[in-house]
């Protein structure tokens, strides 16, 4: 129990400076409210509009096509490569998500939405170094984006914190295996806009369910 305090605090001192310090609670778009940090995934056409360097919640993604969102563990969120247009693949920061060691819990959720015409859908994946084999969360793993009106958040912390593995059969959390590379599978058709907000409220994790994966490498 004391890790999962020390866990969580961690997540609340790194999400405190981009957040409003109020108090958590419902909104009427589906999120909570409260502190936290937001992504912000941008379809361009062509390169149109990218910038380039010094933007922290910003990555700028194909407006058709696939693209690959590094994922990187450390103590705060923060997009350190936000080019996946240009010289892909792109990388993002964020913390460790099990708040103990039988991760039944993740120490902060991921709420997604997309806020314009257009849909992408996104999966997390892991490439094993020991065989170099790669392979990506299917089925129900998988976050559908596409806009409703008016645009609301869903909880997608089970999709985007945990991946399948294969070996088992069953979820494990991302950075749980040290010879596995993790990343988010971004497939795009259209979506100019899609957000992630990480808040710090603990959610159920999910790990040890079964599921499916596909090898695409």
Known sequence: MRARYIALGAVVAALAVFGVANALGGTGNGAPSG???????????????????G???????????GCQINLQEGSTFQVTDSDCVNNP????????????????QFAYSVYA???????????????????????????????????????????????L???????TGKTTAIFSNKNFD??????????????????????????GTACTAVQVG
Request: proline share 10%; net charge neutral; hydrophobic share 35%.
């Open 161 to 167: 914190l945990s991946v399948c593995d294969p070996s």
């Open 55 to 65: 933007t922290k919640n910003n990555i700028f993604v194909p407006l058709n096509g």
């Open 35 to 53: 502190p936290h940090y937001t992504l912000n995934i941008h379809g361009v056409a062509n390169g149109q509009g990218f910038q380039n360097g």
């Open 113 to 159: 939405r997309a806020l314009t015409p257009g849909s992408a859908n996104m999966s997390t994946c892991f490439t094993d170094t020991t065989t170099g084999d790669t392979f990506c969360d299917t089925g129900l793993m998988v976050v559908p984006l596409t806009k409703v009106t008016p645009p609301k958040f869903a909880n997608v912390s089970k999709q």
């Open 182 to 207: 993790y990343f988010w599978q971004y497939d795009n058709q259209g979506l100019r806009l899609a957000q992630l907000r990480f808040y710090p409220i603990p959610t159920d994790s999910g790990i």
């Open 89 to 104: 693949p792109a990388a993002f920061q964020l913390p460790n998500p099990c708040a103990d060691t039988t991760c039944a």
